[in-house]
């Protein structure tokens, strides 16, 4: 009579019992990827400044960039360039603290004072307010300011879709085009302005003009960033 239950029973615990070694598995990779990273990390630093940095794949299994170092002080821009699969995103993932890495020194600021703009970034449901306001909705940035640098990146028209309101809520993933979305992730930027920002691709999907009216602006507003 319980034969159909018990066996339903045992597929569930299993399965769960795979999960549980592989979540085991999981943390002693973890545990073993930050006993072998031996890179020294300041977030206190005013300026970002790798020295002798080891860029490492998470799995431990290739090494991107050797002993590599440079320094930057606040207002001040670099530019990274490479074939593609050479490991630029690695190093911003490394400097953000996303990847482990191997021997060497890294400072930056602490990341509360640091931006990083991926080539696609986040759209959060919610009104435009929401949306340029991201990751920090309650810090006090007034409709003027937002209205100023929406004309400042050329996203008027996005706020004429709305018809100004900026309480509006639509689907703004699917609304917006890719490079409308990059212009948004620029004018995050301007209302937070960090004292470094990381642009990772941020305007591959931007005509020239739009892209060195966005340069121009950063280098402008004073915030230090890698490209």
């Known amino acids: 009579n319980n034969f159909e239950g018990l066996r339903s029973y045992l597929a569930g615990v ?48 290739k090494t991107l960039a050797k002993e590599l170092s440079f320094e930057l002080h606040p207002h001040e821009s670099l530019i990274i360039m490479g074939a593609s699969g050479t490991g630029k995103s690695s190093v911003l993932r490394t400097i953000a603290g996303l990847w482990p890495s191997g021997p060497g020194s890294l400072e ?3 990341l509360n004072h640091t ?13 435009l307010r929401d949306q340029l306001r991201y990751p920090y909705p309650d810090r006090g940035v ?14 008027a028209d996005v706020l004429a879709r709305v018809d100004s309101d900026l309480d509006r809520v639509i689907d703004w993933a699917n609304i917006l085009s890719l490079g409308e979305q990059q212009r948004v992730a620029f004018a995050r930027l301007f209302l937070r302005h960090p004292q470094f920002a990381f642009l990772d ?8 003009d739009n892209q060195n009216r966005l340069y121009k602006l950063i280098r402008e507003s004073g915030i230090g960033f890698i490209s």
């Open 14 to 61: 299993q399965r769960l019992g795979i999960l549980w070694d592989d979540l085991d598995d999981f943390d002693a990779d973890e545990l073993r990827i930050a006993n072998e990273s031996r890179m020294q990390l300041d977030e206190s630093s005013t300026k970002v400044k790798l020295d002798q940095l080891d860029v490492i794949t998470p799995d431990r299994v």
């Open 108 to 110: 930056r600021p602490a």
């Open 115 to 127: 931006m990083f703009l991926p080539q696609r970034p986040y759209m959060v449901p919610g009104s």
């Open 142 to 155: 007034d409709d003027n300011e937002i209205r100023k640098v929406v004309e400042k990146v050329n996203l």
């Open 201 to 208: 691709e941020a305007t591959s999907a931007l005509d020239e």
